[in-house]
């Protein structure tokens, strides 16, 4: 067998490493500024690659920072999956992940920052923390955990209270970022119909480790 792809994956391999380095630069932009205003040039030499390679991955600036924006949101959903692995409880789900995203600020600034500057326009996105967040919310409905009459109404009220969380462990870091989560997943759960010393007790459950 030969030792090496076939020249045809070889340039399927370095068009996918020069999309990602543009998206990557993208999402560097976004986190740091939110601002979308940068010239191509600028985004492909900040990436690295050359001008001409950027229109061949996108047609469009805007459709850049949207598929920069869609790869940060995936990338925290999936670290969601990965440190929530485990917990069935729907509510304690909704909790921790408030809870998890106070942490992430501080040990992942890039991903938050972006979902800070550009999250809104994603909360009812199809992939993401949109999709995950709104099965964890049926579920909980279906299983009476939860009272809500309508899901995608609720996932609006906890997707606008995470952009609220966010937007306050950047502005205000001398804030015990823990504390404030847990008390605004108490509240948001007792939104959903959770009894209040049930909210109280699940909105301050261990988390898992970040490491």
Do not use: W
């Not at 340039?11 to 986190?31: K, S």
């Not at 917990?87 to 972006?114: H, K, N, T, W, Y």
């Not at 009272?147 to 209270?161: C, F, H, I, N």
């Not at 989560?181 to 970040?210: F, Y």
């Amino acid at each position: 067998m030969p030792t090496s792809a076939p020249p045809r994956n070889r340039f399927e391999r370095r068009r996918a490493e020069t999309r990602q380095a543009l998206v990557r630069a993208a999402r560097q932009i976004l986190a740091e500024t939110g601002d979308t205003s940068a010239s191509i040039q600028a985004i492909a030499e900040r990436a690295d690659v050359g001008f001409g390679s950027f229109y061949n991955h996108f047609d469009s600036k805007a459709e850049l920072f949207d598929a920069a924006v869609r790869d940060a949101l995936e990338e925290l959903g999936q670290a969601f999956d990965e440190h929530l692995e485990g917990i069935d409880d729907p509510a304690e789900l909704v909790a921790a992940g408030f809870r998890l995203s106070a942490r992430l600020a501080d040990s992942r600034p890039e991903l938050m920052q972006v979902l800070r500057h550009r999250g809104l326009g994603h909360i009812h996105a199809d992939s993401g923390l949109a999709p995950r967040a709104l099965r964890d919310l049926e579920v909980g409905v279906a299983s009476g955990r939860f009272t809500v009459a309508e899901p995608t109404v609720a996932l609006s009220a906890l997707g606008g209270s995470l952009l609220a969380l966010v937007e306050l462990r950047f502005a205000r870091p001398e804030l015990d970022g823990d504390e404030a989560a847990s008390n605004l997943a108490e509240m948001l759960l007792r939104m959903l119909g959770v009894p209040a010393d049930d909210a109280r007790e699940v909105a301050r459950r261990a988390l898992p480790d970040l490491d």
